[in-house]
Every structure is written in structure tokens, then in C-alpha cells.
């Protein structure tokens, strides 16, 4: 994917142009880890947004959460750098593999286990964050008590059983919101 040179050379500022008064962002996103050392483009909007409250999640983000985003693979692209893998345990006891930042850290993304055709990628590397809502909370057995859960998004005490009710969630979200969620089908399989 080529990257539109005529955008601001700090996308962090807020003064892209496909920021439309506070109504969402329009693709592509950047983002990328802490130090820069590694950077990334994505082609389209995410088929969904959820939050996860796993104690691995809060483990290795160090806080009561992450926040992820279900891509299609063939929307992303590396721009900078050269990630490098990890491999976790997840709460279900499942293995999953993703990638990193050599230098800092930062865990960027993972590949679907089901699906590596999909990528699931931490929501708080984007370097514009505002946009994004959650349309489910999962693993919520696992959540900080003091943690109050929205109305009206899917609440889960641990996942479901596959990423299509997250997307249908995300796609009602849509329908009420100033945040459409729309055109990353290619190669997944799985039709907004």
C-alpha cells in the first residue's frame, strides 16, 4: 500500500485532513510503537473494536485492559522497521503469535489463530486514538471491580465463540453512530 506523502509528517498533531469535526476518522490509520522504530499503515476500517480484561491483557499492558481491533490482514502494512514475533499463552490456554517491537517493546498486533487472514491489533498504537468505541468487553470476569462497564456495548464474562457476533455488535454500533464501520471484507470471508 502506498502512504499519501501529502499528509502531515506528524499524523499526532490532530490536523490530518480526514479528521472531520470529531465525527471519526476516515482511513488510513497510522501507528506504530513508542519509539518509532516501528510504524504501520491500515488500509480500511476495523471490522470491529473490543475490549479485553484478561489477566494476561492486563499483564503485559500493564493496566486494567487493552483495547483491540479486528483488521483485515490485506489492509495492513509494516512502514517502518522490522517487528519481531512473540508468542503467548492466551486466557483460554490457547498459543497465539503476534509482533513487537524489538527496541521498546510494545506488542503491536497478533495474527487471527482461527483466521490468519484477520490480525488483531492493540487499539492504542494508532497514533489517533479519539474515534474509536468498543462495541464488547470480554473476559469480564477478569475486570478491575472498580471498573464500570458501558450500556449498550456486548458484555462478556469470557469471549465468544467467534469473532461474528463481535462484528455484528460493531455493525449495530455503526448504524446509530457518527463512526461508520465499513469496507474491510477482502479475503476474510466474513461481509459487512
Not at 508468542?87 to 503491536?108: D, E, I, S, Y
Not at 474515534?131 to 468487553?137: F, G, N, S
Not at 465463540?161 to 453512530?177: F, H, K, N, P, T
Request: with cysteine.
Amino acid at each position: 500500500m502506498a502512504v499519501d506523502s501529502s499528509l502531515p509528517t506528524d499524523p499526532c498533531r490532530g490536523d490530518r485532513p480526514d479528521v472531520k469535526q470529531g465525527l471519526g476518522l476516515l482511513p488510513p490509520y497510522f501507528g506504530g510503537c513508542s519509539c518509532g522504530a516501528v510504524r504501520y499503515a491500515i488500509a480500511h476500517k476495523p471490522l470491529t473494536v473490543y475490549v479485553c480484561h484478561c489477566t494476561n491483557c492486563q499483564r503485559s499492558s500493564g493496566t486494567a485492559f487493552t483495547m483491540s481491533m479486528l483488521i483485515d490482514r490485506a489492509s495492513f502494512s509494516v512502514t517502518h522497521g522490522e517487528p519481531v514475533p512473540y508468542a503467548v499463552q492466551l486466557a483460554t490456554g490457547k498459543p497465539a503469535a503476534g509482533f513487537m517491537c524489538g527496541t521498546c517493546g510494545v506488542r503491536l498486533w497478533r495474527v487471527g489463530r482461527k483466521n490468519p487472514g484477520l490480525l488483531i491489533v492493540r487499539a492504542g498504537t494508532l497514533d489517533q486514538t479519539f474515534w474509536l468505541r468498543p462495541a464488547a468487553h470480554v473476559w469480564t470476569r477478569s475486570a478491575q471491580p472498580w471498573l464500570v462497564l458501558p450500556q449498550g456495548a456486548g458484555i462478556y464474562a469470557t469471549q465468544p465463540d467467534g469473532w461474528e457476533e463481535l462484528i455484528r455488535l460493531a455493525q449495530a454500533m455503526s448504524a446509530v453512530s457518527d463512526v461508520p464501520l465499513s469496507g474491510a471484507t477482502q479475503g476474510n470471508g466474513i461481509a459487512l
